[in-house]
């Protein structure tokens, strides 16, 4: 879908700002409801895009070449005519940072925080030719699962209002269901890309740790965060890690992998791939519903003579366990830095200590700060052993079980979520029922691997998301696999809601 | 100010019937270009705040990148203080609040350091004390507080620099093995030598590139070690010496009297003169380290080290013992000069020109130290000496030669400190050069005779000394040219031996 819509702009048949604008609309009548956005730059935008078909026109008009470039708005550079996504409105999780533009990880700490730079994610995207609308909502620095934790306000379910749209990734996946914007991206730490996309009924992937820069990434637990698209369609999605992907020397922990051309193993047969089903994906909490659409989902991979069969993940069920130590501690650390003194929220209360409680109580809200306790209690001397050590030692076992599971599988798959979205306020009250809905997503952090989640059907009228998972850096095989099962289930009933943006 | 009385008897600071055990951990900041995890540069003095990034202000999202030259400069650190350099080390965060600490943790290794079981020699009588080096780690510094008044807690405001935060650090590490605050400052003298050999950092106490902290407990002989304090905020070796001998002072005493010595942390106060409680062990931080989710385990190759190690220049115990052995100066010389690198280059550079090795010793020993120490220069950049050692090697060959005396020499070596221009132009311009022509000597010799009839009869009568000050008069009316052997003997001649 982007592909020909980039087509169309250079064509000329359609204008960047006229595409824009459209999204503007679209945004203003359905965003007072759905509470995607929490900054928008709508002027930056429409004055990017109509730079973008002048500069087209020009060419046009010399007769030039895709050699040419055309200049971009404030926060890019020059962008090549040839650029893979040349005007295209995307919008941005509000925990990369944007130079010049807001970025608050929708909570008070950073209410009024601009940044100086461009996380790398953005200034790639930026040099594609893409065009910025604004960044979206969250739940507060990345920590929960429905979007209901935004310091600001709550994000909706486009497929029906009185849901959760899940989370963290609640704005952007919401907005790309509801057609705001062709793509946005959003960050992944226990499955905070995966599992809102699950919930929309859009396509979202959670890519090798190392594949993308997290250079510009506001860090919630560094050893787990990834950046990721939410997409209406597996080729947008492959479209766009083609561009976000790759080593940043910014970010240490960048891999040095070359990137592959996702797009072009898509349409790639999928016959005699091996993929395996992990039992403890299916068992107790499971909703049946969900249960049903993944089976489904089976049998058409059978159908396209996929190997389907049953595997095992014995250290699955420590792995949510393992998450909640891992990830408090290193927000404990990485959320040390707002403390009132140099940006952010500042509450003065006579001296330094004093600052410093007031600014982070009245900051945080409460999950952040749970997770804070949560984590400075398991590093702290006496408990690191019997807590962190321990949990990064169960970590590897979880990672050596992928593993096992690869050496005899080309991929897994599993559901993204044990039940379809939920609603409104209905967990909110009870943390760990909240914490079980990425109780599928979680694993796939712990190991690094990568990950998506793609429609695969309904439950009670509501999205439900299969989870294709698979070893370091094979990204292209995910891809391959979840197009394949995309056009298979082309003229599926359950698709009339799926990318429903007009 | 409140010098500290130790009770009779003891040996160099520490009381007699006592034992002091004594380990250092030292801060010593690395010569890089840029920062550890930035592009920052490390210059010294720059205006407050200029000298910043997102990186070293720890803006949300940024990300640290290690330093090549860094690490290299760590490992040359290591090498040259004889340490076991780890092949697989770690960063680790250690997390406690502060504000010059832009993200309120800073990027440290903690239980796999960059290297460890290392070892320097230290002069002690006659031979040398081996003081172990327990480890060295890689970190960064942080930024420097200013406050508006003594504390932070007291201060109406205080206002934060982050030019220093970022700074690369290797932390070295001492085993207790010091036992004298002497033994303190010689440890912390030799290693600042070997920084500066090596080509690790400048080391300037002054300006907080070198910084110590110091353990210290007492106990009498035999017993095992008592329970120990940490002295902070020492800025010369001066303080390390007087912090020490205070603070064993203060802890003998308050064993002697049935007290005991409280676990805690104390700052030296310079101006008083003595150590106070800056915080208890109630207090004492818990860091909660763990290892830096940003940064993959640091792998060194053993080839790589083995070429850093190939690449360490001569340093300071071998340089002494080559001015010994192939210039024959006397240990003690030898120690002096090559405490400093600068100084050591100085030397030999003289010494090219100038190939008296005893008699250029004499005046870096002599006049070069007096001069440095007299304007209070540390000589470890470059330019530091306002004399350089082409133009002293060729006032020694003029001394050498008679064309200047010792004297006027001393004169002229004044003068090439403060104006840096040859000595052959300023003897010539001022006329300096030496008289040995006898006829005008006499001259002067006749008339100081004449002029001090009470000083001749003096020394007629047996007093030698009157002598020298007709030599005097003589020097002051060639206006400190002419030849002294000269002078001498036509003295002698005219008056006769004294006493007569």
Known sequence: MIAGTVDAIRRGELRARDLVEECLNRIAALDGVLGCFLTLDGESALERAARIDEELARQRRAGGSAAGVAPAGARGGEVSADAALLGVPWACKDNICTRGLRTTCASRILEGYVPPYSATVVERLEAAGAVLLGKTNMDEFAMGSSGENSAFFPTRNPRDTTRVPGGSSSGSAAAVAAGLVPFALGSDT??????????????????TYGRVSRYGLVAFASSLDQIGPLTATVEDCALVMEVIAGHDPRDATSAQVPVPRYREVLGRDVKGMKLGVPREYLGEGIERGVREAIDAALGAFEDLGCVVEECSLPHTEYALAVYYLVAPAEASSN???????????????????GMYSHTRRQGFGPEVRRRIMLGTYALSAGYYDAYYLKAQKVRTLVKRDFEEAFSRYDLLLAPTSPTVAFR???????????????????????AGIPAISIPC?????????????????????????????????????????????? | MAEVRLPGGGRGGVPAGWEAVIGLEV??????????????????????????????????????VPNRQAVELAVRAALALNCRVATYSKFDR??????????????????????????LEIPVGEGSKRIRIRRLHLEEDTGKSMHAADDIVTARYSLVDFNRAGIPLVEIVSEPDMS???EARLYLEKLKAIMQYCGVSDCRMEQGSLRCDINVSVRRPGEKAGTRTEIKNLNSFRAVERSLAYEIARQVDLLSSGREVEQETRHWDEAAGCTR?????????DYRYFPDPDLPPLVLDPAWIEEVRRSLPELPDARRERYVREMGLPPYDAGVITASRALAEFFEETVRAFPQPKTVSNWVMGEVRRYLNEHGIDPEEPGDIPVRPGHLAELLAMVDRGTVNMRVARQVFAEMWTSGRPPAEIVREKGLEQVSDEALIEKAVEEAIAANPAVVADYRKGKEKALGFLVGEVMKATRGRANPQVVNRLLRERLGPPGQ
């Open chain 1, 424 to 446: 409104l306020g209905e967990r909110t009250a009870d943390p760990l029922s909240m914490y079980m809905a990425d109780v599928c997503t979680i694993p796939v952090n712990l």
């Open chain 1, 335 to 353: 959320l040390a830095r707002y403390d009132g003194v140099r940006y952010g929220l500042r509450v003065g209360a006579g001296d330094i200590t």
């Open chain 1, 190 to 207: 226990g499955g905070s890309v995966r599992q809102p996309a699950s919930f929309c009924g859009v396509v979202g992937m959670k890519p």
């Open chain 1, 457 to 502: 059907g309904e439950s009670e009228g509501l999205p439900v998301g299969l989870q294709i998972m698979g070893p370091p850096f094979a990204e292209a095989t995910i891809l391959q696999a979840a197009y394949a099962f995309e056009r298979a289930t082309a003229t599926a009933p359950w698709r009339r809601g799926v990318g429903s943006n007009g």
């Open chain 2, 180 to 182: 004298t605050p002497e």
């Open chain 2, 94 to 119: 250690k997390n406690y609040f502060y504000p010059d600490m832009p993200k309120n943790y800073q990027i440290s290794q903690y239980d796999l350091p960059l290297a460890s079981d290392g070892y």
């Open chain 2, 27 to 64: 801060h010593v900041e690395l010569s890089t270009a840029s920062k550890m995890f930035c592009h920052c540069s490390t210059r010294f003095g720059a205006p407050p705040n200029s000298q910043v990034c997102p990186v070293c202000l720890g803006l949300p999202g940024v990300l640290p």
């Open chain 2, 277 to 285: 409680t800056l915080r208890t062990k109630e207090y004492a931080h």
